[in-house]
């Protein structure tokens, strides 16, 4: 069973930047896509970024490509979300996930789809992103 633990939440000021860590427990990261969803209030879950394990590929949706950057540091067995540019429609839950490798055709596959929370093989318990004046 692998627990993943989300942290780096917190209020931002817009404009400013914050790093999402997402640390995995029981299980290497090895074999698994890793991916960033957030939640806003009474929105779907959505995929924002998430990256490969075979090759290190990565998407990134429309609304954070260019100010978001994921990497993975495989070793620490942890995830990062790196933030800049931080708006205040970026506001949500933010959710770490995985997803078997093999399970996926490409990584897109992992951030698109239309039902994360059945998807996904294991999930975090989220942590808060407050983007405000």
């Known amino acids: 069973q692998v627990q993943l633990v989300e942290s780096g939440g917190g209020l931002v000021q817009p404009g400013g930047s914050l790093r999402l860590s997402c640390a995995a427990s029981g299980s290497t990261l090895d074999y698994y896509a890793v991916g960033w969803f957030r939640q806003a209030p009474g929105k779907e879950r959505e995929g924002v970024s998430c990256i490969s394990s075979s090759d290190g590929s990565t998407y990134y949706a429309a609304s954070v490509k260019g100010r978001f950057t994921i990497s993975r540091d495989d070793a620490k067995n942890t995830v990062y979300l790196q933030m800049n540019t931080l708006k205040p429609e970026d506001t949500a839950v933010y959710y770490c996930?995985?997803?078997?490798?093999?399970?996926?055709?490409?990584?897109?596959?992992?951030?698109?789809?239309?039902?994360?929370?059945?998807?996904?093989?294991?999930w975090g318990k989220g942590t808060l992103v407050t983007v405000s004046p």
């Open positions: 996930a995985l997803i078997l490798d093999l399970r996926i055709t490409t990584v897109q596959d992992m951030c698109v789809t239309t039902d994360p929370e059945n998807d996904m093989d294991y």
